[in-house]
């Protein structure tokens, strides 16, 4: 028997950061986000007793192997996530000994805002979900995945990423204290999906960034009641309202305009979300007629998102290929689907 799992990456449309805490403990924080046909996968292949416990992140060329008798394993900085979910799982779930082999790969690499570590955590699961029968729903998988991070790994950062990738689809999520979550599925019609997608182009950069020590700062001037950073995340709050009405009533013109004023507001939540490059990079996007756009996730590198429209995606496109930026346009679409998990004889 083999049990596979998968779970898209996302895009940040809009209200990004405004999941993390302190900041959705005191004021609450919403954001709208879409997934997209890019996924981390999780395979589980059960061995014979005695074989041990094998991890391999395929895409990162790392192996690492237990004996059998290893009830937690190691955080010490190598295949950490999914060290993470294994012991998790046999703390809360299976305190029998375990043999198998799980086998990960994520289509985009670290750093590039696209959620990929909580996507990741959230495919393993998924598969241990799956192997076990276990009876956890949509948010109780999403809220463990997070405490899987953000507490027993200790990794900062938001709630999003973990709840788009098991729900999937356009999502306006809410953010309250005590970890509470909303996530409310956005029924948008599908004219207005295609030409989203159509508008919308995804960049990479060719570039990485350490998200947490950006969400460090960020918490940090929360914390620290600095009221710059705060009235910049009181407006990404409102963005996130502005966004969803702007795509559930085909308001489809304004989506440049939403998202370049989020970006200015989102410049100052921190230090190290724009930089040089970036700048250049979205200013070249508007001088070949995008209307406004972000980097996606927490800042500093990774992917960028430019809303073209009229035709100006093929211009745009263009521009920011070449040199001197040397990152590159992605192809997507959008998908309806969250976690996904099966098994094979």
């Not at 921190?270 to 927490?298: C, F, P, V």
Request: neutral net charge.
């Amino acid at each position: 028997m083999i049990i596979r799992s998968k779970a898209p990456l996302r895009l940040g449309l809009a209200g990004g950061g405004t999941d993390v805490s302190p900041y959705s403990d005191e004021f609450g924080g919403a954001i709208l986000n879409v997934t997209i046909n890019m996924y981390a996968y999780a395979t589980i292949e059960p061995l014979p007793t005695g074989s041990g416990i094998t991890l391999h992140a395929v895409d990162r060329g790392e192996e690492l192997h237990f004996a059998t008798t290893t009830r937690r394993l190691p955080i010490d900085g190598q295949l950490d996530l999914l060290k993470g979910v294994y012991n998790r799982i046999v703390q809360d779930y299976h305190p029998q000994p375990l043999d198998f082999k799980l086998s990960t790969y994520v289509d985009a690499p670290p750093g590039s805002g696209l959620g990929t570590s909580s996507t990741l955590v959230v495919a393993i699961l998924g598969a241990f979900v799956e192997w076990f029968n276990l009876p956890l729903g949509e948010y109780d998988i999403a809220h463990l995945a997070y405490e899987i991070e953000r507490v027993d790994l200790a990794m900062a950062g938001g709630k999003q990423d973990q709840y788009a990738a098991t729900f999937g689809g356009f999502n306006f999520m809410e953010f309250y204290k005590d970890d509470k979550v909303i996530v409310n599925p956005l029924r948008v019609r599908e004219k207005y999906i295609n030409e989203l997608a159509f508008n919308l182009v995804l960049y990479h950069t060719k570039t990485s960034r350490l998200s947490s020590r950006i969400i460090e700062a960020q918490a940090k001037n929360v914390k620290e009641k600095k009221e710059k950073p705060i009235e910049a995340m009181h407006k990404l709050k409102e963005q996130a309202i502005m966004m969803k009405e702007a795509i559930l009533q085909g308001k489809l013109d304004r989506i440049g305009e939403i998202l370049d004023f989020g970006w200015q507001f989102k410049k100052q939540m921190a230090a190290g979300i724009s930089n040089e490059q970036i700048d250049a990079l979205y200013r070249a996007g508007l001088e070949n007629g995008a209307t406004g756009g972000k980097i996606s996730g927490a800042g500093g590198g990774g992917f960028m998102i430019l809303y073209c429209p009229k035709n100006n995606r093929y211009k745009v496109a263009d521009a920011i290929q070449a040199a001197p930026f040397k990152g590159q346009v992605k192809r997507y679409a959008f998908t309806s689907e969250g976690l996904t998990s099966w098994k094979i004889s």
